[in-house]
């Protein structure tokens, strides 16, 4: 995929100021927010659910290497072939190599937001092969050439009446706004992909360990034709994906569509062990693997490492202001949103991605709302500090940050500033006692105004405070030190 996160803030203006995709996102604004309140209540202690969730995840990742090759043994003991990608042009690599392999010509995808991240539909694509997304979403962004926009909902940007423009243009069908109308139509058009496809590729949202099974959770049916139906089927999916036991994973799910979709449970839940069974009317033949690090690795134990907890449910982005105001293309690669503020510097590179971690007002909705506990205002406030301490940060903002912090350190001199600071704003102020522009901060302005301060800093209206307290309560409860010891005195 094409990465544009180095465009933050031109992506976000775009974004603004586009009226349909303001319009498609004002509708979808708090749906899943609202959905998630209501599937909680019916849960008898979430936080304890999500306690052990985060648990599940945090303990995993201590001993992820004995977790992957306990996947491993067991996925090739059931007949599945494992393979190890370092990078997501290797992974492309092997998948290529394996459809070269096995004389594939047609392949049918399900969400892999693993593959968006190698940019796998490009390379299948250029070495001649047909790709056809399955999913629902993914497919309508296939025919609009756009990347997702939601790890869960990737079409959640587009009304029903730019999907009909698109089933129109590429369907040559007449336009309707019925959405299940819409519905039956792609279904139409998929069927014959995938009694065609001669291998399913699909991502994977949970390893398991004790089983070696893949498992995919979908609320579509084409994840499970895309695995089953195809003689060859590829897994394609990050190293940190892997679950000790199939219990654990049934405390995960009670976390995920409840977080995700406020489901209580996801349409499809399917468990993919081994190959084909001697006999058997379905499954693929051939069953592979790719663990894919990308970048992984490179986070365990570090500072960023309780990132990697992280199941993908969306929850952060749907109840993030800013996510709900520029949608997901404005990040600029596949993860939007908070943990797309995280994980994008994480994968790619600090330099590659550097507003990114900025572009949250710290308002911790989505730490209060993840299911597995991650802290990302923290983890955001680590990148930051990363920025600042590498020098990637504007002269201007370093230089505003150091001189804040030697005021900080000196009391007198913050005071002082802070005195003289507030009677110049009240000065810039207009008649309506607002700041339309501040200098050095016309970014933060360009989009709202300031209320000038009222004449008093915190300091002096906290000192008034004190001192009226004391006139009027002229009881002292407590003795003072010279009332204690004349009383020891007598
Ligand atoms: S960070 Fe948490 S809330 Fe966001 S997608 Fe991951 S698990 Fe869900």
């Known amino acids: 995929m094409k990465i544009r996160s180095e465009q933050f803030k031109g992506n976000v203006r775009k974004q603004l100021a586009d009226e349909a995709l303001q319009s498609n996102l004002s509708r979808f604004g708090g749906g899943f927010a609202d959905r998630r309140r209501d599937a909680l209540v019916k849960v008898d202690d979430f936080e304890a659910l999500r306690d052990r969730g985060a648990s599940i995840r945090a303990e995993v990742l201590e001993n992820l290497d004995y977790w992957l090759l306990k996947f491993e043994a067991e996925a090739q003991r059931r007949g599945t072939q494992v393979h190890w990608a370092e990078t997501g042009a290797e992974a492309n690599q092997i998948l290529l190599n394996i459809a070269r392999n096995a004389g594939v010509q047609r392949v049918v995808k399900s969400k892999s937001m693993v593959s968006e991240e190698s940019g796998l539909n490009e390379v299948l694509t250029e070495a001649g092969m047909t790709v056809t997304e399955t999913d629902l979403g993914e497919y309508i962004l296939q025919l609009a050439n756009e990347p997702p926009s939601h790890i869960i909902a990737p079409a959640i940007h587009k009304s029903r009446d ?100 406020g489901q209580d449970i996801t349409n499809y839940v399917s468990i993919l062990t081994g190959v084909r069974d001697e006999g058997a009317m379905d499954g693929p033949q051939e069953n592979h693997v790719i663990l894919v690090d990308n970048g992984r690795s490179r986070l365990l134990g570090g500072d960023l490492h309780d990132a990697l907890r992280c199941i993908r449910c969306g929850a952060c982005m749907n109840h993030c202001p800013v996510y709900q105001n520029i949608g997901g293309h404005a990040y600029g690669w596949v993860y939007p949103g908070p943990i797309g503020a995280i994980l994008t510097p994480a994968f790619l590179g600090l330099e590659k991605a550097l507003d990114l971690p900025q572009a949250s007002t710290l308002c911790a909705a989505c730490e209060v709302v993840c299911p597995v506990r991650i802290p990302l205002p923290d983890l955001m406030r680590v990148l930051r500090e990363k920025e600042l301490t590498q020098g990637l940060r504007p002269w201007h903002e370093r230089l505003s940050i150091r001189l804040w912090r030697w005021l900080a350190l000196h009391p007198g001199w913050y005071a002082f500033a802070a005195r003289w600071g507030t009677r110049l704003l009240r000065g810039m102020a207009g008649s309506d006692r607002l700041l339309h522009t501040l200098p050095g901060l016309d970014g933060w302005t360009e989009g709202r105004d300031m209320p000038a301060p009222q004449g008093e800093t915190f300091r002096d209206q906290w000192r008034k405070k004190q001192a009226a307290e004391r006139k009027i309560i002229p009881i002292r409860l407590d003795p003072s030190p010279s009332e204690k010891k004349a009383g020891l005195k007598k």
Request: proline letters at 6%; aromatic letters at 4%; one cysteine or more.
């Open 162 to 261: 730019e999907v009909s423009a698109l089933f129109e243009k590429h369907h040559g069908t007449p336009r309707t706004d019925d959405i299940p109308s819409l519905c039956e139509e792609a279904r139409g058009q998929l069927r014959p992909h995938f009694l065609a496809a001669d291998m399913g590729v699909s991502g994977g949202n949970f390893l398991i360990a004790e089983t070696g099974s893949v498992t995919i959770v979908t609320n579509e049916g084409n994840g499970r034709m895309v695995t089953t139906l195809p003689r060859v089927h590829v897994a394609m999916t990050g190293i940190e994906k892997v679950l000790p036991t199939l219990e654990d994973l049934s405390a995960i799910l009670r976390l995920l569509p409840r977080s995700a979709t």
